[in-house]
């Protein structure tokens, strides 16, 4: 299981690169199910992961000039207070015993992953559905939406502060439908939401856990490696095409989990 793992970090980052975003809603489960964490411990570790491999898949979006600063600054506000806000107040507050039916007990871990595992299903249905407004890769500036982008950033952060995932399927076609960027900007911008966000909510989390660097360092390693393969592969291949695919990939893991940690 452990080889699958290492493997699965190499997709992790290969779907960033391409598509901006969804690499990061697998990287707990990967940490949970290949390489049997505990699931509290997976979001954190998954925001060092995500984090860093955003940033290393950024800089090549920013040598081709395909960063919205203002989009970061606009979106990096909200969501950086609300992931915060979130592991500093709302990740503690959650009992590690919620509540008992029958047999079935919901801890914060299964808890946590029922989340992860609808965002995914949402995710998922994001990346399947066309999008004519998205799949067109130049479109006219619009006038900013900030009431909407302040929306969806503090909602970003909060999912991120969660269950350790980037916000990707949020940010892209917010980035697109309300400030009418290009798609291949929208992604490049993407990644550096995502990395502020999680390398932000990973200090926020350092005085609650010991931290496996040698582990942490090797899964983030590959994802890079496979963050870069994506970045270049995008220059050559519409990373688009193969949204739906990985969507429904998503949705079949989201079930699975659910079915996993409810009913197996």
């Known amino acids: 299981m452990a080889i699958a793992g290492y493997l699965a970090s190499i997709f992790i980052g290969i779907s960033l690169g391409l598509i901006g975003g ?6 707990v489960p990967v940490l949970v199910y290949l ?17 860093t491999t955003s940033v290393a898949g950024s800089f090549s979006y920013f040598k081709r000039g395909l960063v919205h600063i203002k989009a970061v600054v606009v979106f990096g506000i909200p969501s950086t207070i609300s992931v915060f806000l979130t592991r500093a107040y709302i990740v503690p ?41 998205a799949s067109e890769e130049t479109s006219q500036i619009q006038s900013f939406n900030y009431p ?28 697109v439908n309300f400030m009418g960027l290009p798609m291949k900007k929208a992604i ?34 590959l994802a890079i490696i496979g963050i870069l393969a994506g970045s270049y592969i995008s220059t050559k291949i519409d990373g688009r095409k ?10 079949v893991m989201g079930i699975y989990i659910i079915l996993k940690e409810t009913l197996l």
């Not at 509290?40 to 998954?46: E, F, Q």
């Open 22 to 27: 969804g690499g990061s809603i697998l990287t």
């Open 35 to 51: 390489f049997h964490m505990d699931a509290i411990l997976a979001t954190v570790y998954s925001l060092f992961i995500v984090g």
């Open 93 to 133: 507050a959650i009992p590690q015993h919620v509540f008992s039916i029958g047999s079935f007990t919901l801890t914060k871990g299964i808890l946590l992953l029922l989340l992860f595992a609808v965002l995914m299903i949402f995710a998922a249905y994001g990346m399947i559905k066309k999008d004519k407004k």
């Open 148 to 175: 909407l982008m302040l929306v969806v950033g503090t909602v970003v952060g909060i999912l991120t502060g969660l269950v350790g995932a980037g916000g990707g399927f949020l940010i892209i076609p917010a980035l």
């Open 188 to 221: 490049g911008t993407s990644l550096v939401i995502i990395a502020i966000n999680s390398l932000a909510g990973f200090l926020f989390s350092l005085s609650h856990i010991i931290i496996l660097w040698a582990f942490i360092l090797n899964i983030t390693g």
């Open 242 to 251: 193969l949204k739906p695919a990985f969507g429904w990939f998503v949705l």
